[in-house]
């Protein structure tokens, strides 16, 4: 996995997260925290979880932004291993493109 896709990866996570109905300030595990993006993302998209935070900014900006960087928080602080688990080689076997 490339340094890009994980920081997608990361960025629609938090999107999601930040769409969900979590409130702001909790510090749930990890196992919550899958729900309510997997919940999410099924109820908006990936696309719509996007959509939501532009309008809270617009909306709300005052609110929006400690949202966005509690979700932000929470999704590196739970994800933080798999991002530094260096890669696996492909059994061993060389990828040509």
Same mark, same amino acid.
């Given at each position: 996995?490339?340094?890009?896709?994980?920081? =997608?990866?990361? $960025?629609? *996570?938090?999107?999601? /997260?930040?769409?969900?109905? =979590?409130?702001? &300030?909790?510090?749930?595990? *990890?196992?919550? %925290?899958?729900?309510?993006?997997? %919940? $999410?993302?099924?109820? +908006? &998209?990936?696309? &719509?979880?996007?959509?939501?935070?532009?309008?809270? +900014?617009?909306?709300?900006?005052? /609110?929006?932004?400690?949202?966005?960087? !509690?979700?932000?928080?929470? %999704?590196?602080?739970? +994800? *933080?291993? *798999? /991002?530094?688990?260096?890669?696996?080689?492909? &059994?061993? !076997?060389?990828?040509?493109?």
């Amino acid at each position: 996995m490339t340094t890009n896709t994980i920081t =997608l990866l990361s $960025a629609a *996570r938090a999107e999601a /997260l930040f769409a969900s109905q =979590l409130a702001t &300030g909790s510090r749930p595990v *990890r196992a919550v %925290v899958e729900t309510a993006i997997r %919940v $999410a993302v099924r109820a +908006y &998209g990936v696309r &719509g979880c996007a959509g939501q935070v532009a309008a809270e +900014y617009g909306d709300h900006p005052e /609110l929006a932004v400690p949202r966005m960087r !509690w979700a932000r928080d929470v %999704v590196e602080q739970l +994800y *933080r291993a *798999r /991002l530094a688990r260096p890669e696996q080689p492909c &059994g061993g !076997w060389a990828l040509v493109a």
